[in-house]
């Protein structure tokens, strides 16, 4: 389930979607209730465990909503208003 830009990795932990760099299913004896996934999510050394498939994660990244511009990419300017004053020069 995603909520406005959030991924819930199950047992009520949430990350930011956006910030999702890889999903590894745990496979063999480590995997169990609760320990479905491993989630690589940037600026953490280590993966976060998800109680949620591989599967539902994914679908659930692909119905996100790009809140932000991709990396890389700058964002859109948005044009200037002529109702609003410029702030005074600081220099």
């Keep these: 389930m995603v909520t406005y830009g959030f991924l819930a990795l199950g047992l009520g932990r949430h ?4 910030r999702v760099i ?3 299913p745990i ?11 491993l989630v690589w999510v940037d600026g953490l050394d280590h993966p976060l465990v998800a109680a949620r498939s591989e599967t ?4 659930d990244l692909s119905a ?4 932000s511009p991709p ?10 208003r002529e109702d609003v004053e410029p702030p ?4």
């Design 56 to 59: 539902a994660l994914l679908a």
């Design 22 to 24: 890889a999903v590894e």
């Design 88 to 91: 005074p020069s600081l220099f």
């Design 71 to 80: 990396r890389g990419e700058a964002p859109a300017t948005a044009e200037p």
């Design 64 to 67: 996100v909503p790009r809140t």
């Design 15 to 18: 990350v930011r979607a956006d």
């Design 27 to 37: 496979t063999g004896d480590e995997r169990g209730p609760g320990n479905r996934t």
